[in-house]
């Protein structure tokens, strides 16, 4: 016998099939932001996904959509009032009581430190604190009163829950009304169970209704009318239980045995609802699901808030994302579509899975301490990013030259790489033809029956400059950098020239020194990574020290010094080893510093001083620095700074051009001395 097979559809969920995959250059730019800006790569992580992009809403964005449901239900609708209510009348029980103690001075003083300390250590709980206080005899008219109206508030709406329009029937009810109430219940609980017992007539009911029909406005003409009606509201009642938490639930059950300042109330409707569960076992008894406010439901639209107010609790909890370990696929999507709408559950799930793509595409990677860093391939993708925006900012000014081209002389090296968006090199054609013939047969296609190519297949021929340059970038890592907002951008500017020279020109050696009380060499993910610190000195002295060894190492390349500073040499290195620091800046260091400068200029060093900050002082001071060794001195705004390092750097070695033309162009939204 063939084996059958059946398939199962439901609605699809997924989005947009046509959309996109999520796009991580967005979210890895801002997370490299907030790395550069000194916040962990999980922080920075997490920052994203509750910020969202820019066509992408957030977690704060859901999470705020979700406390504002939240706060429509609870000031729409009776419950959360209630309890409200009862823990303000708590508190003006207790304060009242408290005012009568401190002013009865004709009060034992063992009584009074007795009452005072029963109030002192009432339970946090209000449902524990209301019956705890049963038994207290209060001192204070206004704190009894108080107290009998938490009593008289429960009555009321439990008996609401049951039977419309009761809450607002009973309030100010007086002692006969209450008593007209317990007697109507075991009216009907007897009438109930004989029916049950199938020993009631129709006159039963005819009686029942004449004595107690005041308190069924929905006029029922025979017993199974008056069943349904009682069966719906009990069993939304007891739906409203099953969907409250444990916690809550135990609440409202202390509460309840106070309603009305006795158990006796409770104790009917309990053997109500027992009654009718037993003679309605159709209805809807042990469900939590919300109903959608059908006619005759009563209750159910308050069954249906306290299940969404659960549900809102819930993913509230989930899009905070605050515990250990939190991920978003724990978000309940079934839950935000139905509370939010299916975009909010669309926008829940685009997160996850960005989330999941950076973990798992190699962008994250966790160290030897278990955090997150950014991986090689991150800090490439960040550099390729920042290198594009350079690109574009320099294609923008007249003359400029290309900085996707690989090597300034044109010549080929024999080498190639896949082309990126903005590559202005010919292709290989041999290599190109490879990859579309290689990846036809691997789709399971024939290079008899035609090739087609394809983006990935496209390969660039690169091309070697004829001379090599040696490059020192310095970047100013003193505290006020990071104070006046210079930090992340001086990062920035390193990535993108690190990137350039990593991938276009890499005969060139580069080296990234960072001076701050002192200097040292920095990888690119080290300065990165680098944290503000507060730490009072800017060392140039000691940064050219170091950048003249690199020059030394590298005798037949070109020197080309680049320094970027927003403040006067502070400090210098004296022959100890030993920092020496003062402010204003003394006429030592700054001997001190432009004998190092002069040194650099005697390499044959090409510099450029890169000048941020307005302050005239520090301007006359570079300008007469790089005058003297016939530099640049270049005050760019900040988010030109990487444009106008990177432009420097391909000025210095554009063949057939002078160094004081390299320039060219530069100046639209800054300005050059020198």
Known sequence: MAERHTSRFRRYQGGDPLAPPVDLAEALDAIGEDVMAGYSPEHAMRE?????????????????????????????????????????????AVLEERKQLARDVSMDDGDRAFRELRLDNLPASPSAAVTDLSSYDWSSSEARQAYEEIKDLLGRELLDQRFAGMKEALEGATEQDRAAINEMLGDLNELLEK?????????????????HGDFFPEGPENIDQLLDALAQRSAAAQRMLNSMTPEQRAELMQLSGQAFGSPELMEQLARMDANLQSLRPGEDWSGAERFDGEEGLGLGDGTGVLQDLADLDQLAEQLAQSHSGARLDDVDLDKLSR???????????????????????????????????????????????????????????????DVRRSGAAGELNGASHEWEFGDTEPWDVTRTLTNAVRRTVAEGGSPASGVRLSIEDIEI?????????????????????????????M???????????????????????GFGRHAQVMEIEELTGLDA????????????????????????????????????????????????FSYPPHPLTIAHSVRELDNSRRLGAQTTFFRLGEDPGLARFIES??????????????????????GSYLGSRAPGSSYTDQFGGWGERGFWAG
């Open 48 to 92: 994203f996904l509750r910020r969202g992009g820019e066509q992408q809403p957030g977690l704060d964005e859901l999470g705020a959509r979700v406390a504002a449901k939240r706060r429509e239900l609870l000031q729409r609708h009776d419950l959360d009032g209630t309890l409200e209510q009862v823990r303000e009348l708590l508190e003006r």
């Open 339 to 401: 509370q939010l709408g299916e975009q909010a559950a669309v926008d829940a799930r685009t997160l996850a899975e960005l989330e999941r793509a950076l973990r798992d595409s190699g962008y994250l990677k966790r160290g030897s301490d278990g955090d997150l860093r950014l991986s090689p391939k991150a800090m490439r993708q960040l550099g390729k990013a920042l290198l594009r925006d350079v690109a574009t900012r320099l294609s923008g000014r007249q003359g400029q030259r």
């Open 533 to 580: 610190k507060w730490a009072k000195g800017t060392n140039l002295h000691h940064g050219l020290l170091l950048a003249n060894r690199h020059f030394r190492k590298h005798p037949n390349a070109q020197p080309v010094l680049l320094i970027v500073t927003d403040g006067e040499p502070t400090a210098h290195l004296e022959s100890n080893g030993e920092v020496w």
């Open 195 to 211: 029916h049950q017992r199938g020993e009631d007539t129709d006159a039963d009911f005819a009686e029942f209704m004449d004595k």
């Open 625 to 646: 620095m790089a005058r003297r060794v016939e530099g640049r001195m270049v005050s760019p705004e900040l988010d030109d700074l990487g444009a106008a390092v990177v």
């Open 461 to 489: 021929a690169e091309t070697e400059a004829r001379t090599q340059a040696c490059v020192a970038l310095l970047v100013d890592t003193s505290f006020s950098m990071a104070m006046d907002g210079r930090w992340v951008p």
């Open 491 to 513: 990062k920035r500017t390193a990535l993108a020239l690190h990137q350039l020279i990593r991938t276009r020109f890499r005969g060139d050696h580069l080296q990234l020194i």
